[in-house]
């Protein structure tokens, strides 16, 4: 079925019926998120967390030092 007939036939759904067809999209869309780009946001955050902790630590000692 090409994309134009899947418009078209969504179009003639009743209401009820694309918002039924909107949430499952939407599932689609999330569960493709997680696959993807989910792991790459994760790995960025422990990144940026491990970069936040070693700063805090050369923070901490330069004070601790120098008072």
């Known amino acids: 079925m090409e994309l134009a007939e899947l418009k078209t036939a969504i179009k003639n759904l009743s209401a009820e019926e694309r ?24 790995d960025d955050l422990e990144g940026l967390s491990r970069v936040v902790q070693e700063s805090v630590q050369k923070m901490k000692k330069y004070v601790k030092d120098n008072l």
Do not use: C, M
């Not at 039924?20 to 792991?39: R, S, V």
């Open 19 to 42: 918002r039924k067809i909107a949430l499952y999209i939407l599932e689609l869309e999330k569960d493709h998120f997680q696959g993807t780009l989910g792991p790459q946001i994760v």
